[in-house]
């Protein structure tokens, strides 16, 4: 592995689960700082009911201003149909369907059972094979590891639901730790089985940081070969449908890691700082966490070489 893709959900995960909103000018020089940084791809929000989640009230204009940065990957997250269409008409780079292993947690997240929301996602494809050819569409599956409501979610049924999802037509499987249950032995096993049940569909990690084994299981994943790992600047979100889970792991901390290990991310974490700042200033006294921004930078710290 020489190149390690960072996926910022900030601007989606993040935001959603602050009760203030950010303002539209400060989300458009937040995700242009982040990229400035380096960051390749941004989840930039989520195509949801303005009444449910004011914060993404302003979605379409936020894919607009990002689709202008050269070079930025822009994901959205769709919870169902209708969303996915508005996404596809913005020209969005990528979709992200949250699909729940644990049912109870479905029900609560998007009021779907599972074979509801397997047909919502075979209606999705079918709407972008037809209409918005070149669109990536991800299946998050979340809840993977544990879940607040349901409890333990056994691992046949999170193979399953990925290869329902595989037959469904998605193009990339991720898995999400949605209640921050995870533990390094759980990772390295589940993304073995998902590699073998869906080969190269299989996708990205999401890990929450409840318990404190956030970074410890992105290295358990490198083991067995993910290459792509949701993060959030400041550590800020988590599922508002699972109580008690923090946030995601801290996107500074992530990189910091990851270019530690000789893996190369392409961003910078001084300008990375950057963006942080913007995101202080745009929500004071918001909550930030992170260890690297605490200390800074070990003197003589060097960033990985790229390699062939």
Same mark, same amino acid.
Request: proline share 5%; with cysteine.
């Given at each position: 592995m020489s190149f390690i893709l960072v996926? +910022?959900?900030?601007?989606?995960?993040?935001?959603?689960?602050?009760? @203030?909103?950010?303002?539209?000018?400060? =989300?458009?020089?937040?995700?242009?700082?982040?990229?400035?940084?380096?960051? =390749?791809?941004? +989840?930039? %929000?989520?195509?949801v009911s303005a009444k449910l989640l004011p914060q993404m009230a302003d979605i379409a204009e936020v894919?607009? @201003?990002? =689709?202008?940065?050269? %070079?930025?990957?822009?994901?959205?997250?769709?919870? $169902?149909? =209708?969303?996915?269409?508005?996404?596809?008409?913005s020209d969005i780079d990528k979709i992200t369907l949250p699909?729940?292993?644990?049912e109870p947690h479905s029900l609560a997240n998007v009021r779907k059972t599972h074979a509801e929301m397997i047909e919502q996602v075979r209606s999705v494809v079918a709407l972008r094979n037809e209409r918005f050819p070149g669109i990536q569409i991800e299946a998050g599956l979340s809840?993977?590891?544990?879940? *607040?409501? /349901?409890?333990?979610?056994?691992d046949d049924d999170v193979i399953r639901m990925a290869e329902a999802m595989a037959e469904a037509g998605v193009d990339e499987i991720g898995l999400a730790? *949605?209640?921050?249950?995870?533990?390094?032995?759980?990772?390295? @096993?589940?993304?073995? @089985?998902? /590699?073998?049940?869906?080969?190269?569909?299989? %996708?990205?990690?999401?890990?929450h940081n409840t318990?404190?084994? &956030?970074?410890? $299981?992105?290295?358990?994943?490198?083991?067995? %070969?993910?290459?792509?790992?949701d993060s959030s600047m400041g550590g800020i979100g988590g599922c508002?449908?699972?109580?008690?889970?923090t946030g995601n792991i801290v996107t500074e901390d992530l990189v910091f890691l990851l270019e530690s290990m000789g893996l190369k991310t392409g961003i910078d974490i001084d300008k990375l700082m950057v963006a942080r700042s913007i995101l202080q200033e745009a929500l004071p006294? +918001?909550?930030?966490? &992170?260890?690297l921004p605490s200390v800074g930078l070990p003197k003589g710290f060097t960033y990985a070489e790229a390699t062939a």
């Amino acid at each position: 592995m020489s190149f390690i893709l960072v996926s +910022e959900v900030g601007p989606r995960d993040g935001l959603q689960a602050i009760s @203030r909103t950010m303002p539209t000018a400060s =989300k458009h020089r937040w995700i242009a700082a982040l990229a400035d940084a380096g960051v =390749k791809e941004i +989840e930039v %929000g989520s195509f949801v009911s303005a009444k449910l989640l004011p914060q993404m009230a302003d979605i379409a204009e936020v894919v607009l @201003r990002a =689709k202008t940065i050269s %070079g930025l990957h822009v994901v959205a997250l769709v919870p $169902n149909l =209708k969303g996915a269409l508005a996404a596809f008409e913005s020209d969005i780079d990528k979709i992200t369907l949250p699909v729940s292993v644990s049912e109870p947690h479905s029900l609560a997240n998007v009021r779907k059972t599972h074979a509801e929301m397997i047909e919502q996602v075979r209606s999705v494809v079918a709407l972008r094979n037809e209409r918005f050819p070149g669109i990536q569409i991800e299946a998050g599956l979340s809840t993977v590891f544990g879940c *607040t409501i /349901q409890g333990v979610v056994p691992d046949d049924d999170v193979i399953r639901m990925a290869e329902a999802m595989a037959e469904a037509g998605v193009d990339e499987i991720g898995l999400a730790d *949605t209640a921050g249950y995870a533990t390094p032995v759980q990772v390295r @096993r589940l993304f073995h @089985r998902l /590699q073998k049940a869906v080969g190269e569909l299989a %996708g990205s990690a999401h890990f929450h940081n409840t318990l404190g084994q &956030g970074l410890a $299981n992105v290295v358990a994943a490198l083991d067995v %070969g993910v290459t792509t790992f949701d993060s959030s600047m400041g550590g800020i979100g988590g599922c508002p449908y699972a109580p008690g889970a923090t946030g995601n792991i801290v996107t500074e901390d992530l990189v910091f890691l990851l270019e530690s290990m000789g893996l190369k991310t392409g961003i910078d974490i001084d300008k990375l700082m950057v963006a942080r700042s913007i995101l202080q200033e745009a929500l004071p006294g +918001e909550a930030l966490y &992170g260890y690297l921004p605490s200390v800074g930078l070990p003197k003589g710290f060097t960033y990985a070489e790229a390699t062939a």
